[in-house]
């Protein structure tokens, strides 16, 4: 339940602000009786919809990369630090990279990065 709080926060709030806006919308004179409970519910299920996809697709990445990392493979992690040179670091666990509550740290690298930012690394293959 907590990696659903850290991963949905966000989303979270802005379909409560859109419920709220539905809310106030709906309840206007100028609006047919009672449309605002069918408006509500219409909404908090797109809204229900939503956020639990994005969550089911973001946990599905989540344990494909954390499955990479611990056989071996490389992960990319977006770098928000740096944004004028590179914007991704190449994670290895041959680097010395270690993996914690779904956070890949280094002793040799000044911050952690959640396995929610990153993804597999899959080699681009140019055919001649």
């Known amino acids: ?4 709080f850290k991963l949905e926060a966000g989303y ?6 859109v419920l709220i806006i539905t809310l106030i919308v709906t309840t206007r004179s ?11 519910a219409i909404m908090g299920v797109i809204m229900g919809l939503f956020i639990g996809l994005h969550y089911f697709v973001t946990t599905n990445r ?3 990369v954390e499955k990479a990392f611990n056989s071996g493979e490389k992960v990319v992690c977006e770098s ?13 666990k041959s680097n010395n990279w270690d993996l914690q509550n779904h956070m890949l740290s280094s002793p040799n690298y000044s911050r952690e990065f959640f396995t929610a930012r990153c993804i597999k690394y899959v080699p681009i293959k140019l055919d001649n």
């Open 30 to 40: 100028f609006v047919a009786k009672g449309i605002w409970k069918k408006s509500l």
């Open 12 to 17: 979270l709030g802005i379909a409560l602000f």
């Open 62 to 64: 989540i344990y494909e």
């Open 1 to 4: 339940m907590e990696l659903f």
């Open 80 to 92: 928000r630090a740096i944004r004028k040179v590179s914007q991704s670091v190449l994670i290895e």
